[in-house]
């Protein structure tokens, strides 16, 4: 095969448009959204700007692109705990995981916090492209753990996802107020969350034998979302 037949085979094409989210990321996380340009984009990944456009229509399609590719990883990586751990099904813990995930990674924190600076208006539109897909894939993984008892009984499930997002929007936007409050790890918040999300609405006392019956209904579930989310980033690569 000769070198320009191997650059069109869907492997080269994948290769060079993961190279293209790299280098957008990386910029974006930089410069800010305002800031970041196509031109920026071919220039730091040493392509044409046509070989941008061959790829995405769009700055803002690559730039949602990065985005998009961030949550499945974050997901990808719940999905791997989850594997190596049933207990991590209940739902403090996947709390803890999913924390920590977010925090580690800037972008999806941007993401999660509505940075306007780091993202423009693109988290309402990733979230607008998303609809309401991944909301719900989180309250049916709720009503599992209603359905098998590890999660309190007098609420609803669609009041208990509410009060959870809004703990869990509480305690990722935190850090960008400038309150005075003492220097506390990163670990040590994660903590924290989980052990209020646990107090809030959680039965006292998981019984472990649960966890590991729906640890796989819980694996498959997510492992649906990510791969839907991978589904959204395949006409870039193809």
């Not at 739902?91 to 306007?116: K, Q, S, W």
């Not at 208006?121 to 309250?139: I, K, P, S, T, Y």
């Not at 959870?164 to 994660?190: F, N, Q, T, W």
């Not at 107090?199 to 579930?221: C, D, G, H, Y």
């Amino acid at each position: 095969m000769s070198p320009d037949a191997r650059a069109r085979t869907p492997e080269a094409r994948h290769r060079r448009s993961e190279h293209l989210l790299d280098v957008a990321a990386e910029l974006l996380l930089r410069l800010g959204y305002r800031h970041v340009t196509v031109d920026d984009i071919a220039g730091r990944a040493r392509v044409g700007k046509g070989t941008v456009y061959l790829h995405y229509k769009s700055k803002d399609e690559l730039l949602l692109a990065v985005l998009q590719r961030e949550v499945v990883r974050s997901i990808d990586q719940l999905v791997t705990m989850l594997r190596e751990d049933a207990m991590t099904t209940a739902l403090h813990r996947l709390t803890e995981v999913h924390f920590l995930g977010v925090m580690r990674r800037p972008l999806l924190r941007a993401l999660y916090t509505g940075d306007l600076d780091v993202l423009g208006n693109l988290a309402v539109e990733l979230h607008r492209n998303q609809g309401g897909g991944h909301h719900r894939a989180f309250d049916d993984y709720l009503h599992l753990l209603a359905a098998h008892g590890l999660l309190r009984d007098d609420l609803p499930v669609d009041e208990i996802s509410y009060g959870y997002h809004a703990i869990l929007h509480g305690y990722l936007s935190e850090d960008s107020y400038d309150r005075g409050v003492p220097d506390i790890s990163l670990e040590r918040k994660a903590q924290l969350l989980a052990a209020t999300v646990h107090r809030t609405f959680e039965v006292p006392q998981a019984r472990p034998e649960a966890l590991r019956e729906i640890s796989e209904r819980a694996i498959r579930m997510f492992t649906e979302t990510a791969d839907l989310g991978r589904a959204q980033l395949r006409p870039a690569t193809n």
